[in-house]
């Protein structure tokens, strides 16, 4: 009986949230509850490109552990806040790696993105809070994605969204 009823405690607080925000948690929640990441290469030749994905690789790495704690976008916001400068050292670690010797530039700001689907999780075209780290000039093609909530990133094409209340929702129910 106890568990019917956190079973019924807990969906009504889902429906809630559904209520609230019209869906559910990553399908269509106001652009201000996300915080995306921007990297942009040097350039265009093919070996900017994919010192990018190296960055972007390392850069995720060190992110993740930072915002796995966040509860709201805001905390996420500080704490990347906090580490801009070891952002840059992270992706200009791999510059260096790969003997490119410009730098990197982190910095947290507005931006416009397109219209962007991560796994069934639509995001409509608009300006969101971002992560920016410009490699270079910053001037060739870039790689975007959700920093917050938190998006997990496993290549360059797939991305899975992790949902707090569906990790709650499994705990519970083992």
């Not at 030749?45 to 509860?71: G, I, N, W």
């Not at 260096?96 to 416009?112: I, T, W």
């Amino acid at each position: 009986m106890k568990k019917f009823l956190a079973a019924i405690l807990l969906l009504a607080g889902v429906l809630g949230i559904v209520f609230a925000f019209g869906k559910l948690p990553g399908g269509g929640i106001g652009k201000d509850a996300y915080l995306r990441v921007h990297i942009r290469a040097d350039s265009n030749e093919e070996a900017a490109q994919a010192v990018k994905y190296k960055v972007r690789d390392e850069v995720v790495k060190f992110l993740t552990p930072v915002v796995a704690s966040c509860e709201k976008k805001e905390e996420a916001m500080e704490k990347i806040g906090e580490n801009l400068g070891a952002i840059e050292r992270v992706a200009e670690g791999v510059l260096q790696k790969n003997g490119f010797s410009y730098g990197a530039r982190a910095s947290l700001r507005k931006e416009e993105f397109p219209t962007r689907v991560y796994e069934g999780v639509t995001l409509d075209a608009g300006v969101y809070d971002a992560l920016i780290l410009e490699l270079g000039s910053g001037k060739g093609d870039n790689w975007w994605c959700v920093v917050y909530p938190p998006l997990c990133f496993t290549g360059a094409n797939n991305v899975v969204y992790k949902s707090k209340i569906a990790e709650i929702i499994k705990k519970f129910f083992g």
